[in-house]
Every structure is written in C-alpha cells, then in structure tokens.
C-alpha cells in the first residue's frame, strides 16, 4: 500500500483515532501523522507509546499543512473544534469526522470550513468498550464498515481518496444520504444502547434484587447489556441529544412492540409470543452470513476455562 | 470424583441435558446415563453420536431404576411428563428439573410425585443460543451458577447430593426462594431476553431501513440482541408465560425508566443522560471482578482476523 496523505492530523486521541494511527501504520498511508488532544494527561500518554509521529498541543497546530484532518471529538465538540482549525486548514486539504451522527454533525462543521476545503464526513462503525489513547488497535477496522455522507457536490477525488485510505485502513466502506444514516444507526445502534443502558439503570434501581445477584447471576442475558452500557458516557450523551428525532422515532416503535409482547404475555397468547421469537431468528442467520459475527457459542468467548458458553438458557 | 448416582434419566436431550451428559462422564459423577426425548429424530441423533449409554423410548421406560432424573423439556411439557413418569419413579428417587422458571414448574410437577421421592427443583444458569443433541458440551457449566429452589422440608440429604452432583459437573451452587428466583431470573434475564426479541422486531418491521441494512451494520451494537433473540423460541414461550407477574412488574418498570430518559432526550437534559450512562458503567467493572465475563474488547470475539472488536462506536 502507497502513500495517500502526506501528513493526517488526528483531532482527538481516543479508541478510533488512536486505532486509525495504527492501521494507518500497518499499511502505511500517511507520510506524517500529527495527534493532539484537549487533555494534556491523553497527549502526555500518547507520545509515551509513540502514538503518531508528533503530538501538539493545539488543534490549530495539529492541522497545519495537513491534507487530511479527521476530527475524532465527541459530537458535542465538533463544533468548537472546526471553529479553531478553519483558520489554519491547508488549501485542498480534505476534513473528515467520525461521528456517530451525520446530520447534526454536518450542521455544526460545514458553515466554518473555508472555499477549497473538501469535507467528507464519515462513520466507522467499529469500536469496543474501550476508550481512550491506550485502548486502539490496527485490526478494529478489518472487514467492518466506514459509511461516508458526503454532499452531493463534494469533489469526487477527495471522496474516492477518503474511501481509498479507509480500505487501506481494511474497511468497507459505503456512501448514502446523512439523514438515512441517521435513521439507520437509531436503529442499529443507537435505540439499542439506550434500551441496554436503561435496563442496567433498572436492575441497579430494584432493591428486592441485590446488586450482587445481578452480578452474579448476569450471565443468563444481562451481561451483554452491561458491556453495551459500559460504553462512552459522553459519547452517547452526544449522540442522543443530536440524534434526537431517529432514536425518538425508534423508541416509539420499540414501545409501541414491546406493548404487544407485553400484552400477550399478560393474555397467556403463547402463539403470538412464539411466531414473533421465531421470526427474529432469522435475522441472526443474515448476520452470520454476512460476516459480521460468528456462529461460535456465546460468540466463541473465552474463559478461565475453554468453550465457555452463556446466556440462552433463561 | 466418584460415582454420585448408579442411574441418571435424561428426559429431553437438548443443549442442558446433552451437556449434563459429557459434564457426568467428564467427572464420572454416573454408574449409567439413559436418555429419552419426545422426538425420534432426537433420539436417533443422541444414539449416533452416543450421548447416552442408553437411548429408550419412553419416559416411563427412561426412569426405571433412576436414583436422579432430570426434566430437562420445555416449562410447558414439565407437568405431563411428570404425570407420565410418576407411576415408573424408584422409591428414594431425587426428581429435579433445569427450568428458567422455578415457582409455577413447582406447582407442576409437586403435585403428581409419589410418597418417598425427592423434589429437589433446580435452574443452571448456563446455555448458549444452540439447542438440540448436538450442541452440548462438557464446559458448559464451569463456574456457572447453578440455582437450587427446594422446600424447605426437603430431605437434607437429597439436596446435599444434587447440590454435589452439580459441582461436580463445574458450577457453583446456591440455593434460593423459588419466588425471588423468579424475581431476580426476570430481572437478570427473562426481561433483557423480552427486549432483545423486540429490538430485533422493530428493526425487521422497518420498511425505511431494509434488513440487508440492519444485518451489514448490526455490529453497532445490535449484533448482540440478535444472537440473544436467536434462542430457543418454544422455550422462552414458556418461560414468559409462566413468569407472568415477575416479568411484567420488571417490564413496567423497565418502560418507567425508559420514557425518562426518552423525555431527557427530547428535552435535551444531557447532565440526566450523562449522570444515568455514567452509573451504569459500575455494574459492568462488578461484573468483570466476579469472573462472570472477561474484560476483552468484545468478549475477546475473535474474527476472520485477529483481535476484531466492535460494538461501542455508534
């Protein structure tokens, strides 16, 4: 893999940035990668391990002369951020996001950026529940997808380099409309978060049921809901509050679901609860197909012990 | 580890059954394992790959004899077979069961059991979303927890058996109230498995979002309620339908929870977001720190290439 940018700054130094400078790394697609981050202590670490080849102390620096700017920061920040940089973009440069939301974050970047500046946003969706400068890797970004949601009027080579830079980085990488993003992360992604955080509030609430059973005893389904939970808190603030109406619209579907369930449990109508249990099987069937899983049990988790496998059996 | 008991009855032969079978032979905990299952298919499938040491016909038949016999069949078909294999149970047999739902398989199954036999009612907390002969194996219980709800007037000494039959086998055992079991299974559980087969639903149900869509992306987050709403769908029919009031309080609940941060989102209050999303980040460290799931990005999935991870990013 050759050279696509000489020099990429890296606007904030968490799991994906910090995973992007390694893959960038592992295939070697930048000439110079710059990083820098609000907090001194997350700089002060990402120099320790050699995270890029320069760390700076201000965004302003971090873009001089770059011809990619990607803007890691939380959704909330991304504004405040492009404000800074503007100034300082290099002419032809290419500025990048990888947001969660795009149309929100579109309207908080866009109207800063200076003529001759190409702004493709993008999404990666990888991640763990992990953060920070210590917590990326080269592979996060092997075989998921980066969706990229640029105007209709953004400069095709600009894009096509993006989209050759995340391939390099050994992901797959599509374009669609902002808004139909939105709508389709509320549903993947975001409504789901929300519902796995608001049942972990729930049983840390229930005093009947002791913390400690619900650890204990979390392997019967509840555990993958806490890891989900254990996400970002910032993060996901942001991506609530800017993705307001999809995860709205969303909610309101899985309420409005979740009541018929609940309705047929309370009518004892098995047929209805066992013809909708075994219609969301087959989705899980699609996944695996698709690569995007693995059909080992328990996601082929392993334990103290081999072939550790939990959670069906209720 | 020594024989515990000359002749263990496997009635049903699915992924608990199955795997109780090579736990058994993997301690030697059983002079002889026979096994039945309602289905011929099943039985045939158990015979090829040896399972058991016998295969019988019938229940009846499977219980001759069997100082332990396990109901290992759906909530839903505990009470029949129990009324088929009463008549057939060995005078100072021990009878228990692996349901996800202890009060009402108690209601029963007690009240069919002759004079002499012990009821010693039990729920390992440990399963995969495979089901059928095939799927089990020997792990599946180490250092899983496995729940006894016996009466209080239990012979001590039938449950003291069962309880080291089970460690045996590898898990931890407790023993608890059949009601609070139910309560704590609905919250650690029943309820996350409810929301899980919505979520998956509604994502099925959307015509602006289209499948092939959810399925690419699933790895925002929604990947994991797939795998969880891919169980055994008879089996969690019954569960649901006889963990009625548990499940329905956790779920009135869930949904209180759920319209307040709903409202926190449409109102835009990010410091509730924050401080919520915050709190439920503690649980999940618990959860690591009592050995109950490993700290790996991504439960240490592994992929096509190593160390992938997703999840978090939304």
Redesign the interface.
Known sequence: MSVIYNRVALIGLG??AGSMAHAMRRAGLAGEIVGTARSAETRKVAAEIGLCDRIVETAAEAVEGADLVVLAVPV?AMEAVTEEIAPHLAPGATITDVG?VKRDVIAAIAPHLPEGVHFVPGH????????GPR?G?A??F????V?LTPDPGTDAEAVAKLRAFWEGC?ANVEEMDAD?HD???A????????????????????R??T???????????????????????????????SN?DA??E??G???E??FA??RA??T?D?DH??A??????A?????IE?????DA??????????????????
């Open positions: 799991l994906i909330g969660s990666p969706l990888a991640g763990t529940e992990h953060s917590s890797f592979e996060l092997d075989n998921r997808y969706l050994g139909h709508l389709v992360l549903v993947t992604s975001h409504t789901p978060h929300l519902i796995a955080y608001t049942m972990v509030g729930v049983a840390d609430d229930l009947r049921v913390d400690s059973e619900v650890i204990k005893y979390s392997a019967a389904g509840f555990r993958d809901f806490t890891r989900i939970a254990a996400s970002d808190p910032t993060m996901w603030r942001d991506v609530f509050l307001k995860t709205l969303i909610l579907r899985f309420t679901e979740l369930l609940q449990i309370r004892g098995g609860l066992h909708y249990f075994t219609r969301t099987r989705i899980r069937r699609g996944i698709a690569g995007q899983d693995t049990p328990d996601f082929g988790r392993t334990h103290a012990k081999p072939r550790k496998a939990e959670e069906a059996e209720g």
